[in-house]
């Protein structure tokens, strides 16, 4: 069992920074995928990034791609998403996620390939 708790949502106006963290407790956290979703009202769920278990490699979304850096501490079980130039189009509810597949791009963007979830924060980013 892995056991993720985000922090660190709120409410920023467009053009403004948040940082997000989620701690894990659990299983040996580097054998784990991360990843970040996130999911707006009435929408489905959408990959935001991911990184591998070491933190070498990462994979984001084109929305996001150049605004946001995910980034993980092995010593500390934590996962970090640095968000920049938010948009309103960013508001929404970001879990933090971890999978136990293999680093592969056609897997980690799809949720169903995670198996650990967090409960959620909620991102508001004002015009």
């Known amino acids: 069992q892995v056991q993720l708790v985000e922090s660190g949502g709120g409410l920023v106006q467009a053009g403004g920074s948040l940082r997000l963290s989620c701690a894990a407790s659990?299983?040996?956290?580097?054998?784990?995928?991360m990843g970040w979703f996130r999911q707006a009202p009435g929408k489905e769920r959408e990959f935001v990034a991911a990184?591998?278990?070491?933190?070498?490699?990462?994979y984001y979304a084109d929305s996001v791609k150049g605004r946001f850096t995910m980034s993980r501490d092995n010593a500390r079980n934590t996962v970090s998403l640095q968000m920049n130039s938010l948009k309103p189009e960013d508001t929404a509810v970001y879990y933090c996620?971890?999978?136990?597949?293999?680093?592969?791009?056609?897997?980690?963007?799809?949720?169903?390939?995670?198996?650990?979830w967090g409960q959620g924060t909620q991102v508001t980013v004002s015009p």
């Open positions: 990184i591998n278990g070491i933190g070498g490699s990462t």
């Open positions: 659990g299983r040996t956290f580097s054998n784990y995928q």
């Open positions: 996620a971890a999978s136990a597949t293999s680093f592969d791009r056609g897997i980690v963007v799809r949720s169903r390939n995670y198996g650990y």
